[in-house]
């Protein structure tokens, strides 16, 4: 089955841009519809984006539309996560992940869905 390595995190300050990436190996990754998490000290993980098996269908959650962009490269087993405008708020550890479908779509907002789970990418923005 795939396994998930993310990168890319760091610390920026508010206003600034990061892009995470999620090398995925092991596996076919473009079987995979892919998502991003996050999890802030002291609280639950939230869903932050989704894309379909082949990129062509993606969800946000509320707060980081028109900020964040998931995207990935099925010849490279890579997705991303372009965030800009980053907020304080934001701070967490984020973390990828694959469920394995036969659909090509973008509704796996809930952690449940997903099978496989990268080790999280820490994102500190300051203000």
């Known amino acids: 089955q795939v396994q998930l390595v993310e990168s890319g995190g760091g610390l920026v300050q508010a206003g600034d841009s990061l892009r995470l990436s999620c090398a995925a190996s092991?596996?076919?990754?473009?079987?995979?519809?892919m998502g991003w998490f996050r999890q802030a000290p002291g609280k639950e993980r939230e869903f932050v984006a989704t894309?379909?098996?082949?990129?062509?269908?993606?969800y946000y959650a509320e707060f980081v539309k028109g900020r964040f962009t998931i995207s990935r490269d099925n010849a490279k087993n890579t997705v991303y996560l372009q965030m800009d405008s980053l907020k304080p708020e934001d701070t967490a550890v984020y973390s990828c992940?694959?469920?394995?479908?036969?659909?090509?779509?973008?509704?796996?907002?809930?952690?449940?869905?997903?099978?496989?789970w990268g080790q999280g990418t820490q994102v500190t923005v300051s203000s």
């Open positions: 992940a694959a469920h394995l479908t036969m659909s090509d779509t973008s509704s796996y907002t809930s952690s449940g869905w997903y099978d496989k």
């Open positions: 092991r596996g076919t990754f473009s079987l995979y519809a």
């Open positions: 894309v379909s098996r082949s990129g062509s269908s993606t």
